[in-house]
């Protein structure tokens, strides 16, 4: 496996394969990755020729400046897990190299980037759009890797390879969330978490489960303020927001005849810190 600082060496290296027609798979990372990356990363392996992981943490895509400073850096631990899934290639790039200037490109796709994350984090989507935009110009990839874990994410960047006009050369490729024994979903902010934290923390996934069946014989709003009700009745747990929203517009829903494609997501702090923790779950389709 290699690992690739500069831009010019990751292009001239994919340059020579994608002329002997290798196909190639981006999962695309910020680093200090689990099992959920993992799993990214083998399904990368299975489907192309050439899997290359990108380990970047974009400023751009953070608007509080403490949550980026408190984001856990793991290069070597990394790559050494990346080696294990039997990934090709590491892009690792510093700030600089990804924006030699400052990047002042808007990307703005109501209303997938403006509800739920979009508003609760200004700019946050943006910046995502910014460096996913800048990895696939670099890299060129037939396939892009994303975990479901971040349905938002997923809708946003079908928006903007839309946007790009990529449909044709790009696949997204949505991969399901990886789960702890316990049910918490995997993420590289459960690290941050103190032992107590930890043990609240899978109360999360447990009111969503819970109410799937709540939801069979009860109303969006009632589903909706039980599960808020029950999560904040765990001491240290927070709830920020849980809407449910259709799957792809990502609007509210007011009925569940509304659409085959319902889904819950929430965003709750934990602890002290707090460390706040996203998730969602599938309730139609």
Known sequence: MKVFKKIVDVQNELFSLRKDNKTIGLVPTMGALHEGHASLVKRS????????????????????????????????????????????????????????????????????????????????FNGVCQVVSRLFYITRPNRAYFGEKDWQQIAVIKRLVEYLGLQKDIEIVECPIVRDKDGLAKSSRNTLLTNDERAIAPNIYRALKESIEFSQSHSIKETHDKVIADINAISGLEVEYFAIVDGNTLLDVTDWNESTNIVGCITVYCGKTPIRLIDHIKYRG
């Open 45 to 124: 392996v299975e489907e192309n020729d050439i899997t290359i992981v990108s380990v970047f943490l974009n400023p751009t895509q953070f608007n509080d400046k403490g949550d980026l400073e408190r984001y856990p850096r793991t290069l070597e631990a990394d790559c050494k897990l990346l080696e294990q899934c039997g990934a090709n290639y590491v892009f690792a790039p510093s700030a600089d190299e990804i924006y030699p200037q400052p990047d002042t490109r808007q990307f703005n796709f109501p209303p997938q980037s403006t509800v739920m994350e979009g508003a609760k984090r200004p700019g946050h």
